[in-house]
């Protein structure tokens, strides 16, 4: 092959190796630019550990501006609160509603507002209701007496000035490496071993790979 052919052929096989390097570095910042975006999810409050063994907690209900939310009082098999914790606006009338499942209680654990009901109802629609306030802003943590070491438990927090946490959790990354995620780190080393080849294949073949008599064509 002549040293002209050649290097034309390499110097394409170099091209491409770049393009295909400039073709990666977009996709990997576009992916990267849904990871900067928003962490995933949005925001609840802060509840603490309190609830961590609650029945039926999993989230927090966000009904805020509601005029008025209903919390059924002895849920699923009687134990518990539905929904277990609501974020809700000042103003809002929150309505226990005991379903006649087992008697419970409502009796706040810690937080602001005061909206215990300390005896003990068993009687089906029976139930207290409690206008939050500004005075009541916060986040509060009550339980049912009777069962609270079964779980029983409850959160309200009232108004937008709460602490919050992610409801996605902490974000889930691959390690970094360099600036980049692993794929695209190892992407990039390939790419530029493709080209450092080509270039020492190139230098070698240009000087032991070619006869005399052809190299005098150039």
């Given at each position: 092959?002549?040293?002209?052919e050649?290097?034309?052929?390499a ?13 990666v570095?977009p996709?990997a ?8 975006g ?7 409050p802060?509840f603490?550990?309190y609830?961590d ?9 966000d009904?805020r ?7 059924t009082?002895?849920?699923?098999e ?5 929904p277990?914790?609501?974020w809700?606006?000042p103003g809002?009338?929150l ?10 209680n ?6 602001p507002?005061?909206?215990?009901h300390?005896d ?11 206008e939050?306030?500004e ?7 009550y339980?049912?007496s ?5 779980g ?6 009232v ?7 992610s ?8 390690p970094?490496?360099?600036g980049?995620?692993p794929h695209?780190h ?8 493709m080209?450092?080849?080509s ?6 073949t240009l000087k ?8 005098g064509?150039?």
């Open positions: 092959m002549r040293r002209r050649f290097m034309r052929t110097g394409g096989a170099t091209v491409a190796a770049g393009a295909t390097a400039g073709a570095q996709a910042a576009a992916e990267g630019g849904g990871d900067s928003g962490g995933g999810g949005g925001q609840e802060a603490g550990s609830l063994d609650a029945r039926g907690y999993e989230t927090t209900e009904l501006d509601q005029d008025e939310v209903t919390i009082v002895g849920a699923g009687g134990l518990s609160f539905d277990a914790a609501i809700v606006s809002t009338t309505i226990w509603e005991w379903s006649g499942n087992g008697s419970h409502v009796v706040v654990n810690e937080g507002a005061g909206f215990s300390e003990i109802v068993g009687e089906e629609g029976y139930t207290y209701e409690y939050v306030t005075e009541d802003a916060g986040i509060t943590t339980y049912c009777p069962h609270e070491g079964q029983m438990k409850g959160g309200v927090a108004g937008d000035d709460v602490e919050t946490v409801t996605g959790g902490p974000e889930t990354k691959d970094i490496h360099f980049v995620h695209e190892w992407v990039g080393v390939s790419v530029m071993l080209m450092s080849v270039l020492v294949f190139t230098f070698f032991y790979g070619e006869s005399p008599h052809t190299s064509g150039d």
